[in-house]
């Protein structure tokens, strides 16, 4: 059961937005758990952290903040010291002075794995059958048509530049390692997991379990939240 006097906060990932958290809010509201989902407009790395910040400010009390995928790097830059530990869910955790493109390209990608650029707007968009083929394969056709529309996009100013010692360095931390993952490699989440001293809980899920497996998100939530109440 989730601690009624934690906050979760949510951060969403790449090609998504707040809705992609919609199974794991209504587990945790239904146990009574404080819980919001911030919206990212996913512009610039600062732009996010601000943003992410704003969201912080409209609750009280401690806060276990949970990012997926790229969002793992904005969760990093929070100082507030209202946030107690932090939760991983396959996402990227760059090192202080590494980029968020440094550790998504550290190794060879999956054959399934989308070809990524900017488009003539300067923004980076998931092509509709990657949702399907890597960002969620194990989701029904329904919650893919949904991903697919509701995607947001990402621009490269979020994942080229270096950023500032994380907050994984001084806060207790937890890493869903998503061992189905074709958009970041298994490897490489258990190389920034096990560098982030994080208690690492390994599933046998896809890139986007807040979607697809959202018990076993929502189970490593509980785990945090508990040791912040312990």
């Known amino acids: 059961m989730a601690a009624k006097n934690v906050n979760a ?66 969760i990093a830059e929070i100082k507030s010291d209202r946030v107690r530990a932090l939760v991983y869910v396959t996402a990227l955790a760059p090192d202080e002075g590494e980029k968020v493109a440094d550790v998504f390209y550290r190794a060879a990608p999956h054959p399934l794995a989308p070809k990524l650029a900017p488009d ?29 529309a509701v995607q947001r996009p990402i621009s490269p100013a979020c994942i080229t530049v270096p950023v500032c010692r994380p907050r994984w360095k001084d806060l207790p931390s937890w890493f869903l390692l998503a061992e189905d993952d074709r958009m970041i490699v298994p490897d490489t989440q258990r190389f920034m997991a096990e560098r982030m001293k994080a208690t690492i809980k390994a599933h046998a899920v896809d890139h986007t379990p807040i979607v697809t497996a959202p018990a076993a998100v929502t189970d490593t939530i509980h785990e945090a939240m508990a040791a912040v109440v312990g």
């Open 9 to 74: 906060v949510l951060a969403h990932g790449a090609w998504a937005d707040g809705s992609s958290w919609a199974w794991v809010i209504t587990a945790l509201k239904s146990e009574g758990a404080n819980v919001v989902a911030a919206p990212l407009p996913l512009t610039s790395l600062a732009d996010d952290v601000a943003a992410l910040e704003r969201t912080i400010n409209r609750v009280d009390g401690p806060i276990v903040l949970v990012g997926h995928a790229y969002a793992g790097a904005v």
């Open 120 to 148: 003539a707007n300067g923004l980076i968009w998931l092509p509709d059958a990657a949702f399907g083929n890597a960002f969620a394969q194990h989701a029904s056709r329904e919650d893919l048509a949904v991903l697919a």
